[in-house]
């Protein structure tokens, strides 16, 4: 059964400890008004009521949220509370389609690729081509990603090993070259 005007009216009063002619001033309305809603001759209109859930909010939250509801309104609307925030899923990463590249563009950055490595060594791009091609057949070969090679390879990794003690790296002798496990 839905609360009447009136008894949430009353009860607002007895939170609040306010008379007739008290709850009239603080809804800018006579006493004989608040005396007419009492008496169920008239009701008070929703600006009214929004008044008096304004009022008795920071001492009864709850009967404050009824009296808006009769309003109308909420807490949130009669700018009470803050509305909770409503979370956005987030959409699903979704991988970029993959770029069609043409055979020619694909050779100019193949190219691109062997002419910096040439230039980091101060080589002709000819010495360094069969190099890059067995290294990046390896790593297709154990399904190494390019972004993992570069990280793997970057300064900040190279300082890393280099800072190691002695004692941390394996004993190699000279010109001996590091074999991968057998499979």
Do not use: Y
Not at 61 to 78: F, V
Not at 130 to 155: H, N
């Amino acid at each position: 059964m839905p609360e009447t005007v009136i008894a949430l009216l009353l009860e607002a009063r007895q939170v609040l400890n306010m008379g007739q002619g008290e709850l009239g001033d603080l809804v800018r309305v006579s006493r004989r008004t608040v005396q007419r809603w009492d008496a169920l001759q008239s009701t008070p209109g929703a600006s009214d009521l929004g008044k008096v859930a304004v009022a008795v909010h920071p001492h009864d939250p709850n009967l404050a949220a009824r009296i808006a509801a009769r309003a109308g309104t909420t807490l949130e609307g009669l700018g009470l509370v803050q509305a909770p925030a409503v979370a956005t899923p987030t959409p699903a990463a979704v991988a970029p389609p993959p770029v069609e590249r043409s055979a020619e563009s694909i050779g100019h950055m193949v190219d691109g690729v062997v002419c910096a490595a040439a230039d980091a060594l101060g080589v002709p791009p000819a010495g360094v081509r069969p190099v890059l091609l067995a290294a990046f057949r390896k790593a297709a070969e154990v399904e190494l990603r390019v972004e993992d090679v570069v990280r793997a390879l970057s300064p900040a990794r190279a300082r890393a090993a280099r800072s190691k003690p002695r004692s941390a790296r394996p004993a190699r002798s000279p010109g001996s070259r590091v074999r991968p496990p057998a499979r």
